[in-house]
């Protein structure tokens, strides 16, 4: 888990907090998807698989049509008539709906590392491979000030903080896989 700083088009940054689960855009699909088989991982898989063709990208509800889980002859259609599938709309819209509105949450989590300075840059080499991502400093962290530390506590900041400290460990693994 890092965080990512994208530019719009407008020049705008947007602070995201993402999880990679490979390195690289390639031709095999999902890691977890096995022929014959479907998801690996089916219950532990990450919210942006579960949506997943549906998605939210400012403010408008879309789906991806080149997603290759859609077939013409099997499964669940997308529309019912002229509109979209009550089973779809209930399982994916409106949970994609709520999900949205805790974005502002998380926003201001990424906000707050900002706004702490404790946000850097980093960068892990691994035979020949090199990954750079942003990251927060432990040393800065523990630095601050125990008002500080109490009220990243009091919002639950600190064990998200925790936690992404604790993934930076899997960038070894996730270069092992893109290698092999």
Known sequence: MVITVEVDEEGREE??????????????????????????????????????????????????????????????????????????????????????EGKAQTQDFINTLFDLSLVVGARLTYENIEVSFNMVEEERLIDLPKDVLRELSSKGYLRAIFAHLNSLQNWEKLIKRCIT
């Open 15 to 100: 602070r995201l907090l993402c999880a990679y689960l490979r390195l690289k855009e390639d031709k095999r699909g999902c890691l977890y998807l096995k022929d014959g088989v479907g998801c690996a991982i089916e219950e532990e898989k990450p919210y942006t698989c579960r949506q997943y063709p549906f998605l939210i990208k400012g403010g408008y509800l879309a789906f991806d049509l080149t997603c290759p889980g859609f077939s013409e002859s099997q499964g669940t259609p997308l529309w019912e008539g002229q509109t979209i599938n009550p089973h779809l709309e209930e399982n994916f819209f409106t949970y994609s709906l709520k999900l949205q």
